[in-house]
């Protein structure tokens, strides 16, 4: 499998603020690699998709980065409603791994 | 609204068995590939099953290979996981998730998870 390794695994930051979180992939995923945000109690909510796609509705302050192996996720101004966890998942064949998640609290 | 709804989640002793239902509603569910995917307290996601819009494909995480069973009914717009000899490390909230039409894995819609809690 596919093993998925994001960093950190905690993040504070204040609203304003730009912030970046990195994940990087066992082997090469090519672009095949989302960004999903997720609430306690909830369930998480794709944002990004093909490394830089962005999900209809989601804000332009989200963008993603990266080929192969190493990809970021930016937040280039925090709002109060991006306070959450954020997970990276490969999809590159049949099967699925996600990262351990990041969680992005307020400073 | 487009949604997904499971149901099903419980306490079961390990051993058991346990079969959660997922009802959608507002999309055409025949042409979309689903999947369940499960994450144990305070822990990471993980995917469980993918089913494809025709029940012609059919894929299972190592983890739970020979004791879970997806299907779907496309005619009542569910789809199910059959859950068998169940061991504590399967608790988790299980969630739902629709396929995109860009790839099977790819999750645009999840549903808001049911709890199963596997204790003696």
């Known amino acids: 499998d596919i093993q998925m390794t994001q960093s950190p695994s905690t993040l504070s930051a204040s609203v304003g603020d730009r912030v970046t979180i990195t994940c990087r992939a066992s082997q090469s995923i090519s672009s095949w690699l989302a960004w999903y945000q997720q609430k306690p109690g909830k369930a998480p909510k794709l944002l990004i998709f093909k490394s830089s796609r962005l999900e209809s509705g989601v804000p332009s302050r989200f963008s993603g980065n990266g080929s192969g192996t190493e990809f970021t996720l930016t937040i280039s101004s925090l709002q109060p409603d991006d306070f959450a966890t954020y997970h990276c998942q490969q999809y590159n064949g049949d099967s699925t791994t996600f990262g351990q998640g990041t969680k992005l609290e307020i400073k | 609204e487009v949604q997904l709804v499971e149901s099903g989640g419980g306490l079961v002793k390990p051993g058991g068995s346990l079969r959660l239902s997922c009802a959608a509603s507002?999309?055409?569910?025949?042409?979309?590939?689903m999947n369940w995917v499960r994450q144990a307290p305070g822990t990471g996601l993980e995917w469980v099953s993918s089913?494809?819009?025709?029940?012609?494909?059919?894929n299972y995480a190592d983890s739970v290979k020979g004791r879970f069973t997806i299907s779907r009914d496309n005619a009542k717009n569910s789809l199910y996981l059959q859950m068998n000899n169940l061991r504590a490390d399967d608790t988790a909230v299980y969630y739902c998730a629709r396929g995109s039409l860009y790839s099977t894995t790819l999750f645009d819609l999840w549903g808001q998870g049911t709890l199963v809690a596997v204790s003696s």
């Open positions: 089913i494809s819009s025709s029940s012609g494909y059919i």
């Open positions: 507002r999309f055409t569910f025949s042409t979309y590939a």
